[in-house]
């Protein structure tokens, strides 16, 4: 029986320090019809180069520009549909993976028709820990991880984008990720478009990667102020674009997080976190016809 083709997609914007272990795992991946995309968001640490000369077998794509994490990703997951993957998977630099990991993967995609969108555990970096992303989202579920009598999947509402595999059909039904998201909340709209049209999402227990988490974020207090900056304005749009409630629901969900951002700059007052507030505020009042377009387009999905 013939594989799946899958295309395996590295984002990496200045990720010298972990992008080679990254593809040097892919490598031990025992599945074997996948295709590895590097694409590279006009990075300046000089972390392509290297790539060039030790992993002759990956495809690389230089970006002119930064294009964020979601057009980013789509400029590989438009060729890879061009050229026929039925499955794209989206993975971290700071990402290692074990060798099951692909196979565990697809094995349930192809089984379970109704689940369009499917993820691997996380684990610590560094040892067989559940990192924080999996004691977090999946809290719930931490008991049956943990145990060898697992299922073999669980449905969820979403799963993070560091290993995000997604079936050929689910892009051909909702379109690719939404670009109105520089950085975060990208996947969780995906699943929630997804779910829109009947698609289940779901984790696989034993798909299992390694995941630093925030490894492109971690440079230093500019960077990690843009961080917060990327991560609250896309909470906002996430919370005004729900194709599932009224506009004015979306509203009162955008009153809600505002009050909450707002207290907690009160709370911890700064200028800066105060200033980076309000800049959210008027973007979204200049970005309000692209986000009524983007509700009214997912919800006549």
């Not at 294009?67 to 050229?83: M, P, Q, T, W, Y």
Request: charged share 25%.
């Amino acid at each position: 029986m013939n594989q799946p083709l899958v295309y395996v997609i590295v984002l990496n914007f200045n990720g010298s320090r972990w992008l080679q272990s990254c593809l040097q795992s892919l490598r031990a991946t025992e599945y074997t019809n996948f295709k590895t995309v590097l694409v590279d968001n006009a990075s300046t640490d000089d972390s392509i180069a290297p790539v060039r000369s030790q992993f002759p077998e990956i495809e690389i794509i230089i970006n002119p520009a930064n294009l964020g994490f979601s057009e980013g990703n789509n400029v590989a997951i438009r060729k890879a549909l061009a050229e026929g993957a039925d499955y794209a998977v989206l993975l971290n630099p700071d990402t290692k993976v074990t060798p099951h990991w692909l196979g565990k993967l697809i094995a349930i995609g192809e089984q379970e028709k109704e689940i369009g969108i499917f993820g691997a555990v996380q684990l610590t970096y560094d040892d067989e820990e559940f990192n924080t992303w999996t004691t977090t989202a999946l809290g719930a579920h931490l008991a049956e991880l943990q145990s060898e009598t697992a299922r073999d999947w669980i449905e969820v509402e979403w799963v993070e984008g560091a290993c995000f595999a997604v079936k050929r059909e689910v892009f051909n039904q909702i379109g690719l990720l939404d670009p109105i998201y520089f950085a975060f909340y990208e996947e969780i709209d995906f699943c929630r478009r997804a779910a829109f049209r009947g698609y289940k999402t779901a984790i696989v227990p034993r798909s299992r990667i390694h995941h630093f988490r925030g490894g492109s974020w971690e440079a230093n207090a500019t960077i990690k102020r843009q961080r917060d900056f990327r991560c609250d304005r896309s909470q906002f749009i996430y919370n005004l674009t729900d194709p599932r409630r009224s506009l004015v629901a979306n509203f009162g969900w955008y009153l809600i997080t505002l009050g909450t951002k707002a207290k907690e700059a009160a709370r911890i007052f700064s200028l800066p976190k105060a200033w980076d507030l309000t800049r959210i505020q008027i973007d979204l009042i200049g970005s309000l016809p692209q986000l009524l377009s983007k509700w009214l387009h997912d919800r006549k999905g």
